[in-house]
């Protein structure tokens, strides 16, 4: 009986990480094929980027409500149906036959990736024991930074030797092989024990309110800040927002429980985790460029040396995992988040005479960081909050990494170029005012990571906050 547990427990965590796998190689796998489908249907680069930012929009806006379906009509169920959707997006996006119908088709996979997502953390943590929460999610949070990682490598040779389609059709096997194993392994959970509904007018407004601020957010990193136009979707954003919050205050089965924002621990650990991601994409944005215009690396050596970042944070994901186990959340992601802190201020020592050598030392640095924070932090969101709103929390955790992804490469980028144009008139020299320029955006990526980690250090200890029971037990 011990033995067939053990084994159902790493079946699911095996259908459940292909499932992120999927979901995560997609997103970033689509980039590399851009200009490749620019060409083929003959579209300018901004009808082509439609491909990726309609994924983004559509993902982002319903993780939570995803979350949320899975708390109130059972996770098995909503997790298959997923799995059946991206699949069969995955299948329509490979046989496209014009732009339209491509977009269309991403639009249909985001929604299954967004079920899928929305639901992962809250799956593994429901079906493995308390004590190895941390354990698994790190595996989790593996698998999802290989699949962002590989996505552009594995995605050249799949366009190369079998064409741009292919990159839809690899999800299909993999798609049916994780539905088989989530319908046999999978235990029917008897859902919604308090009888409540889904929330339709905030399952409507929430997506719509996130959807604005990622549109607002792509248009302030693509015109810059000088550019006014981001400031609509924003401004509709926070006037949603607003009504959403006095609306879900009065319903009877709200969405979002705005009072697991006075949980210190939930909220402490989502801000920090936003602050992460934030400015993690500011070093992943930068050093490229960095590597490209200063040392003069190649594109391809250029990869190599961003790898060691996600490396280093892959390989310690599922030991800082375990060692939170064993001492708590709290000093391992605070200490996480100091060390990447402190790796990202050694970014200020580059110069014109650096080396690839010095630049990957200081990315492994910040590696360690990262990857000591995610998976403590991850398992502190999903252990803060009650059993019937884990689906709630595991959406939030998606939502919250791709808004601090999508706000840190628009910051990053808009900033970046506003103070390298301004320092080049200044300094006349192309290397001085993109050093300069790189130095002023850094400022902003480690004063976010300081007060991200005295959020961290604040959000509380673990002991006797703990308010789950496990699927299956040790």
Partial sequence: MINEQFQRKWYILAAVSTSAFMGTLDASIVNIALPTISKVFSVDIRTVSFIATSYLLVVTGFLIVAGRMGDIYGRKKVFIIGI???????????????????VG????????????????????????????????????????????????????????????????????PLGIAAAMICVRMLPLVQPNPNGE???IVGAFLLPLILALLILGINFMGRDGIAGFVFLVPLALSVMLTIFFYHYEKRATHPLVDF????????????????????????????????NEEILNLSASN?????????????????????????????????????????GTSTLFSLKQSGSPGEVMLRLAIIG???????????????????????????????????????LGVAAS???????????????????????????????????ALVIGTILSFLRGNEAGNESESSAISK
């Fill in 84 to 102: 059946s959707i991206f699949t069969s997006g995955s299948f329509l996006c490979g046989i496209s036959s014009s732009i339209v119908m491509l």
């Fill in 105 to 172: 088709s991403r639009i249909t996979q985001a929604f299954g990736g967004a079920m899928l997502a929305g639901n992962s953390a809250a799956l593994i943590t429901e079906n493995s024991p308390i004590q190895e929460r941390g354990k698994v999610l790190g595996v989790l949070g593996t698998v999802v930074a290989i699949g962002l990682s590989l996505g552009s490598p594995l995605g050249g040779i799949i366009i190369e030797h079998w064409g741009w389609r292919y990159i839809f059709w690899i999800n299909i």
């Fill in 197 to 199: 509904k889904l929330d």
């Fill in 259 to 290: 009072t697991l924002l006075f949980r210190t621990r939930f909220l402490f650990s989502n801000i920090a985790g936003f602050i992460s991601y934030f400015s993690g994409v500011f070093v992943i944005i930068l050093i490229p460029f960095y």
């Fill in 302 to 342: 250029s990869g190599k040396v961003l790898l060691t970042l996600p490396l280093v944070g892959m390989f310690l994901a599922p030991l800082a995992g375990m060692i939170s186990d064993r001492i708590g959340q709290r000093i391992l992601a605070s200490g996480g988040l100091l060390i990447a802190t402190i």
């Fill in 368 to 406: 360690v960081g990262t990857g000591l924070f995610t998976t403590p932090n991850s398992s502190a969101i999903m252990g803060a909050i009650p059993v019937n709103q884990r689906g709630l929390a595991s959406g939030m955790l998606a939502t919250v990494r791709n808004l601090g992804l999508s």
């Fill in 413 to 447: 980028t808009s900033l970046f170029s506003m103070w390298n144009r301004s320092m080049l008139i200044k300094i006349h020299t192309k290397a001085g005012a993109f050093l300069t320029a790189f130095d002023r955006v850094l400022v902003i990526a480690i004063a």
